[in-house]
């Protein structure tokens, strides 16, 4: 059959596939361990099933505003005020179903063939795509390791031409647990107002950092800002409610009206049971969060020791998120029996095959020299994995 050329354009999220295939393995009786899940494996809290549940039993089950329920925008606004220091009205907030929605409804807004958008890496696995399918062109500003995968001022400055529509910026990021220090976001944001380029802020790990950090937000530096950054948010990792399906935008009007247009003619709005229970997330009590937060705290502090205990593997410690991205490049050129591993893809498939254990090569992020292991896997799966890891790099020759 004949295809648009779009589609091609495009290849699966390979983070899920990973976890598709790592479960696949599982179902035929494998004793695999995965760290390659891309959410938190906490349950939902009990008070926001419940809110869902009494919406549920409400009747609360029809069409909603396409943006989202006044009650959610409100419960958006007052958690950005509290949070971050952020005015914001109904009109400049638009809800939908997902962060990854509010990215790919954004970029269909706002990037067009001939445009390009600014992607540090390593980055996450779906920026890139979803700015070819509009036609622009991912500009990729890789990071060195040494600087902490931090993007710097003067490489976004260089990567800044006439074309320049946005730089997409992920803090705390994926898969690097990068966190920018509120002194670092300035640096950043004197070269984007200088440049009056757009800046779409991906806040979605903005719960899970570590070491008693905190968290800035570029809209919040200045009021010039606020008017250039785009809030990306969701409920998807801060309340362990991926499969809800709840992401928002706070922006200034006429992105909100657009992108509230354009989702009109496709998903309309975002479940209107789940909407509810993100109200009960974003004004319940947050004690949950903290919980999840000091136990990823923990994990990390292992999965970063035991990695970097491994000779040849190198770790950098991460703030946020609940990944590691550790450099695996000194095992690259190895061999074990007939099996050589010359970059990250080979080198993830060698650890499944040899090991049982599934993880995500580098090279899907932008940077083949690494790894991406998720934590949001128990501390017993994160010791038993990681000894597997270590006996499976040790027959490396
Ligand atoms: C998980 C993730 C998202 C998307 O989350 P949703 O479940 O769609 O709300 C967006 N950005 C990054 C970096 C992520 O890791």
């Known amino acids: 059959m004949k295809f648009a050329a779009r589609i091609s354009l495009i290849k699966p999220s390979p983070t899920l596939a990973i976890q598709a295939k790592a479960n696949a393995l599982k179902a035929t009786g494998r004793d695999i361990i995965s760290f390659g899940a891309g959410e938190p494996d906490f349950d939902t809290p009990q008070n926001i099933k ?3 549940a009494r919406a549920m039993e409400a009747g609360f089950t029809k069409y909603t505003a396409v943006g989202g329920i006044d009650e959610l925008k409100d419960a958006v606004i007052a958690k950005l005020q509290r949070d971050n220091g952020l005015s914001y009205r109904r009109s400049e907030v638009v809800v939908s179903c997902g962060a990854k929605h509010s990215l790919f409804n954004l970029a269909h ?3 067009e063939e001939g445009d390009e958008v600014l992607v540090p890496s390593p980055y996450w696995v779906s920026y890139t795509d979803i700015i070819y399918l509009t036609g622009a062109k991912p500009v990729v500003m890789t990071t ?21 529509r946005a730089l997409i910026l992920n803090n705390p990021s994926n898969p690097a647990g990068v966190c920018y220090t509120k002194k670092e976001l300035e640096a950043l944001a004197e070269v984007i107002v200088r440049k009056g380029i757009l800046v779409v802020s991906d806040d979605i790990y903005e719960k899970i950092m570590y070491d008693d950090q905190p968290f800035y937000t570029l809209a919040s530096l200045s009021d010039e800002l606020k008017r250039l950054a785009i809030v990306v948010n969701g409920v998807s990792k801060s309340y362990a409610m991926t499969g809800w399906r709840i992401g928002y935008i706070a922006a200034a009007e006429e992105i909100v009206a657009n992108v509230t247009k354009y989702q009109s003619q496709n998903t309309s709005n975002a479940t209107s049971i789940a909407q509810k229970a993100a109200v009960e997330a974003l004004n319940g009590p947050q004690e949950s969060v903290a919980a999840m937060g000091r136990e990823f705290q923990k994990r990390r502090d292992v999965i970063v020791a035991r990695l970097n205990a491994i000779e040849g593997v190198k770790c950098l410690n991460p703030q946020g998120a609940f990944y590691v991205f550790p450099n695996v490049s000194a095992f690259y050129g190895r061999s074990y029996g007939d099996k050589k591993i010359t970059n990250s893809a080979e080198m993830a498939t060698y650890l499944l095959d040899e090991s049982n254990v599934a993880l995500v090569p580098g090279a899907d992020f932008g940077h083949d020299d690494h790894i991406r292991l998720s934590y949001a896997t128990s501390m017993a799966l ?6 597997r890891i270590r006996q499976a790099l040790g ?3």
Do not use: V
């Open 382 to 387: 994160i010791e038993a994995g990681l000894e």
């Open 109 to 111: 807004i706002l990037f």
């Open 395 to 397: 027959k490396l020759r």
């Open 144 to 164: 060195k390791e040494a600087e902490g995968f931090k993007l710097q001022p003067a490489q976004l400055e260089a990567a800044i031409t006439p074309r320049t």
């Open 50 to 52: 419940a809110a869902a």
